[in-house]
């Protein structure tokens, strides 16, 4: 753990990292950023919202000359909205360096795109497929760029982005600095970094549980007609501040998102099909908290910072056990504690048991919330939202009306009604989801990580909550050589594709003989 002035960084970054907050550095980024620095290349992996954005970041900003006036930094990111933020938080750590940095992504008009271009950012990020759209008609030109980072980057592998990735890298100098990032590096990420990387350094702060320390995670057993009452009753019981609630499919989250609303919650939903509008729109409600439960395919699974998500919940269960930790993930971040609910089908506990031995974490079986519970949650969230603002003593115009009504019916009569409407109870509107298929437990080598160093604790409390707390040896889960377990995973991953997230046009162009179910397309 070490202040960033340890670092040797010029005075206007340092500003920048004051101003955002950080007072130490997380440990991805005190290993990685002397690295960085130096120009080597490197894979990092630290579990999710462990800073490795600012891991990358800081480094990048720091080598770019102020006077560079071609591109000369490439990030590329599996989601839009992962683009989006991403470019948000180069933004502010350069904000007094003054590098200039913009995100490209698919849905947005290209247009205003080329115009923005033509102000010579340093630093692109951008989904592959809109990249190449820049490349092709020659307004993005990669000549000149000497650092490429690949956030997620198993998940671009995941997303079938490696033919993209290919084209655009072959268009970057060789004589360059590429970077891998992500939470999980399953073993087939060597593919990757063998074909792109040169000598790469590892640096792995991942302690015994893969998954954040911070966030507590259980699991529900219902039945797929109950999940929806579940879910409610887990809302009210719970009462989250934000809460992400993901679905398998783009159809699943539609039923999901509107039956909530129906229900009185104040919800929306995000996947691949809606426009770039909606989807922007929806993630700014929920950034700003004018919505409250943010549904959502895997889509957000991936490297979404919100901050006040104290809840996350797997409506249904993610196909592999990455998608499991990144979607946990969206909660727990930078020290702060969360929770995260899996409701599981009784034809999925296997599938459940396989993500628990590949994220060797126990997940504790609860039971579904009783009617009591949900509806002492909901009453309990409704007195303290009262009484907030009983001492605001915001409420003037109000009392007048209050006295009248005092005069003419009973006291606790009047406080339950007001409680009742406050609480936007809604439970008569019938709902209907269409089922979803169970998960299937598919096999493969339990193995989701490449390189294996220890960790020892940091801040945000790493390391030190594990689970069981019992020490468990981590061969006993590992698969043989990260290159020979390479089959087993591919073959388990036939079915999923689920999911291609960000980049409409180029999740539509390709001819994808993997895609079970265009449902499952983001
Ligand atoms: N040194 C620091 N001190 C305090 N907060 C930090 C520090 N570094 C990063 N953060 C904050 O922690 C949060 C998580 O960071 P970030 O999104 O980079 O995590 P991540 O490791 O990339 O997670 P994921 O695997 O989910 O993508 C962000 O809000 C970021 O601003
Ligand atoms: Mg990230």
Do not use: C
């Not at 991805?28 to 630290?46: E, F, N």
């Not at 180069?90 to 205003?112: A, F, H, M, V, W």
């Not at 989250?240 to 039956?259: H, M, N, Q």
């Amino acid at each position: 753990m070490k202040t960033f002035t340890e670092f040797g960084l010029e005075p206007k970054v340092l500003q920048a990292i004051t101003e955002l907050g950080f007072e130490e550095s997380t440990p991805i980024q005190d290993k990685s950023i002397p690295i960085a620095l130096t120009g080597s290349d490197l894979i990092g992996q630290a579990q999710t919202g462990t800073g490795k954005t600012a891991a990358f970041g800081i480094p990048l900003i720091s080598k770019i000359p102020l006077s560079e006036d071609r591109i000369v930094a490439l990030i590329m990111t599996p989601t839009r909205e992962l683009a989006i933020q991403v470019a948000e938080e180069i933004g502010k750590l350069s904000r007094y360096k003054g590098t200039r940095s913009l995100p490209i992504y698919g849905g947005q008009d290209i247009g205003r795109q080329i115009r923005a271009l033509k102000k010579r950012p340093q630093i692109i990020i951008g989904t592959p497929g809109r990249l190449l759209d820049h490349i092709n008609r020659k307004t993005i030109r990669l000549d000149d760029v000497q650092t490429v980072v690949l956030d997620e980057a198993d998940e671009m592998l995941d997303m079938g982005f490696m033919e993209d990735i290919t084209s655009i890298l072959s268009l970057v100098p060789e004589e360059r600095q590429t970077m891998l990032f992500s939470a999980t590096m399953p073993p087939n990420i060597q593919r990757l970094a063998q074909r792109f990387l040169k000598e790469p350094q590892h640096v792995s702060v991942i302690p015994k549980n893969i998954t954040a320390p911070l966030i507590e995670q259980a699991y529900i057993e219902v039945h797929e007609r109950q999940k929806f009452e579940a879910l409610s009753r887990l809302l009210d019981m719970e009462s989250p501040d934000l809460a992400i609630v993901f679905g398998r499919t783009k159809r699943r989250v539609d039923e999901l998102s509107e039956a909530l609303q129906k229900r009185g919650y104040s919800a929306d939903g995000l996947h691949g099909d809606l426009s770039q509008n909606q989807r922007d729109n929806v993630m700014r409600k929920f950034r700003d908290g004018s919505i409250d439960v943010l549904v959502a395919t895997d889509v957000a699974a991936r490297g979404l910072d919100v901050s006040g998500v104290s809840h996350v919940i797997n409506f249904d269960l993610p196909q592999d056990p990455e998608s499991y930790v990144h979607r946990i993930g969206r909660t727990g971040r930078a020290g702060k504690e969360g929770a995260a609910w899996s409701f599981v089908t009784p034809r999925e506990t296997d599938h459940l048991h396989f993500i628990e031995k590949v994220t060797r974490q126990r997940i504790a079986k609860k039971p579904l919330p009783s009617m009591a519970e949900a509806i002492e949650g909901k009453q309990r969230m409704t007195a303290e939202r009262l009484l907030e603002i009983v001492q605001s003593e915001d409420f003037n115009e109000y009392k007048a009306s209050s006295i009248q009504l005092l005069e003419r019916y009973d006291s606790v009569h009047l406080l339950a009604a007001a409680m009742k409407l406050l609480t936007g109870e809604k439970k008569d509107v019938s709902i209907e989801l269409t089922p979803e298929d169970p998960i299937r437990a598919k096999k493969r080598r339990p193995d989701i990580r490449s390189s294996g160093r220890r960790f020892s604790g940091g801040p945000f409390g790493g390391g030190n909550r594990s689970g069981s707390g019992k020490p468990r040896g981590r061969d006993s889960y590992r698969g043989g050589g990260s290159g020979s377990s390479r089959g087993g995973r591919d073959s388990y991953r036939g079915g999923r594709d689920s999911y291609r997230g960000g980049d409409n046009r180029s999740s539509d162009n390709r001819g994808d003989s993997r895609r079970r179910n265009d449902d499952y397309v983001n």
